[in-house]
């Protein structure tokens, strides 16, 4: 009887202990769940800098845009608002020598504007976004490298401006570095040989009724008279000598002058030798612009026009006028 009663208490114990808890879904692998929908995109990429590139897909969801590995690793797209799909999704490679590849991607936001973010993120730095900047929709070409030229901590990319040139502009990951020349010369230029071409840029002359009046009704011409220089890069060569302007203290790299009676200017055929370049402190080349009258119809100059002077390589990237009067 004894045994009995025993028995029957341990049962009671039992039967008043709580059921077992049922199996939770790991929240966290549930993330690493792999996506049974056909991916909108796919790219090759090295993650984590280990030499072996895997295939990353692109999906999009109700919850919007995420990324996945064929190995079913799940990473939710850094986004600033709802889009539905990337107008550009690139690898860039190792943009800043950690071994990890960089991605560039482009959302198309649920908006009405025109305007969106490119944005580079890598998952050694947990997708955070250590470069981003505006971009047109219409300024995207890719039918050519969007990513020019890069190095350890920088690179170089081009698009389509407003006024249909190409522009460039150079992003350095580690904001703590100042801009330098280190990128190849072909990379940011059109190279032949030891020349080497600059960038175009356009500007527009608006003149006053009476100063377009001698323009149309006379012979006379317009002159342009551009002066290229840049700080030297020391100690300066023997053979660089010859570009160095001891009164102004700075490297005169080019002097051009074209003629013409038109208001709008376009200059495309500036050139440099290499050598001059390499001599210089960086590529941050000084324009100066000045125009006057070709002295046809006087010998005095009858206009006075505004001079500029600017980067060369921020002239691609403004709307220029400038505006001349009778003296």
């Not at 001059?276 to 590529?283: D, F, G, T, Y």
Request: hydrophobic share 40%.
């Amino acid at each position: 009887m004894q045994k009995l009663s025993l028995l029957l208490i341990l049962c009671l114990a039992y039967a008043c202990q709580s059921a077992p808890p049922q199996p939770q879904l790991d929240q966290k692998m549930a993330h690493h769940l792999r996506s049974i929908e056909t991916p909108k995109r796919l790219l090759e990429i090295d993650l984590n800098g280990d030499g072996q590139k895997e295939k990353l897909a692109l999906y999009a969801n109700q919850e919007g845009l995420y990324w996945e590995t064929v190995s079913g690793q799940r990473f939710d797209l850094p986004l600033e608002g709802p889009a539905k799909e990337l107008l550009l999704w690139k690898n860039l490679g190792d943009l800043d020598g950690d071994g990890g590849e960089e991605l560039a991607y482009l959302p198309n936001y649920e908006d009405n504007s025109s305007i969106n973010h490119f944005q580079i993120v890598s998952w050694k730095k947990g997708w955070e976004t250590p470069f981003r900047f505006e971009i047109r929709e219409d300024q995207i070409k890719e039918d050519r490298p969007f990513v020019w030229a890069k190095g350890k901590d920088r690179f170089l990319f081009r698009f389509v401006n407003e006024q249909g040139l190409e522009e460039y502009q150079e992003a350095i990951l580690d904001q703590t570095n100042g801009p330098d020349k280190s990128l190849p010369l072909e990379k940011r230029f059109v190279c032949n040989g030891d020349m080497v071409r600059l960038p175009a840029f356009s500007f527009k002359l608006k003149l006053t009724a009476s100063a377009q009046k001698i323009l149309d009704e006379s012979p006379e011409e317009l002159v342009l008279s551009i002066l290229l220089h840049n700080e030297p890069s020391l100690p300066l060569a023997a053979e660089m000598q010859k570009y160095w302007d001891e009164d102004m203290e700075y490297l005169l790299l080019l002097q051009k002058e074209m003629q013409q009676k038109s208001t709008d200017f376009l200059v495309d055929d500036l050139e440099l030798p290499r050598a001059a370049l390499e001599a210089c402190k960086s590529l941050d080349m000084q324009l100066d612009l000045n125009m006057y009258t070709a002295r046809k119809t006087s010998e005095n100059n009858l206009l006075s026009i505004d001079p500029l002077f600017d980067g060369l390589l921020k002239l691609r990237t403004k709307k220029i006028i400038l505006k001349g009067r009778v003296i």
